[in-house]
């Protein structure tokens, strides 16, 4: 099952990717579900595992999936008949769902600062900070006097430190060896 994943994740990945900068993730999710339904159906499943060359099996999906096929979801389905990946395409869409999901959901953002931020460096740190993590977050501002200037931005396991005192411990740290 891993296994199917680790296949699968590329083309989720670059499919969800794309799907973003073209502002149509509804679209591409409406796809995947019905191609998903149409590689799981009994004859399809024996077409899969015939001899029939990978141009002819796409033209198969895309002649099923056509409704919602545009240009892009097209070449999308031949890619993945000639690397014979369409029997993929359940674990291609649970993993465009995930990322969907991911996108959605908020991150909480916490930032550690020695003075009060204005509106306009939080906005810009907000700004930052959902474009790397390309989903939306949520601020939450502290005050810590100890950091000197500048700013910490921890969410999860990611640090970002461009505080003073952050420069001066790896600066001391480069000293000592």
Not at 109 to 118: E, M
Not at 139 to 168: A, K, P, W, Y
Request: with cysteine; aromatic share 6%; glycine share 2%.
């Amino acid at each position: 099952m891993a296994d199917l994943v680790t296949i699968a994740r590329p083309y989720a990945k670059a499919a969800f990717d794309f799907a973003i900068e073209r502002n149509c993730i509804e679209k591409w999710q409406n796809m995947l579900v019905l191609a998903s339904h149409v590689s799981q159906a009994e004859q399809i499943k024996s077409v899969l595992t015939s001899d029939m060359k990978p141009d002819s099996i796409a033209n198969v999906f895309i002649n099923i999936c056509k409704d919602e096929l545009d240009e892009y979801r097209t070449n999308f389905i031949r890619l993945m008949a000639e690397n014979k990946r369409l029997a993929l395409l359940p674990e291609v869409l649970n993993l465009f769902i995930k990322y969907t999901l991911e996108r959605e959901s908020v991150a909480d953002v916490d930032v550690i600062s020695a003075t009060p931020l204005t509106e306009v460096q939080l906005n810009k740190i907000k700004v930052a900070i959902e474009q790397r993590l390309s989903r939306k977050v949520k601020l939450e501002c502290h005050i810590n006097e100890s950091i000197i200037s500048g700013f910490i931005i921890r969410t999860g396991d990611m640090v970002i430190d461009s505080s003073i005192r952050g420069r001066l411990n790896r600066l001391s740290d480069a000293l000592q060896s």
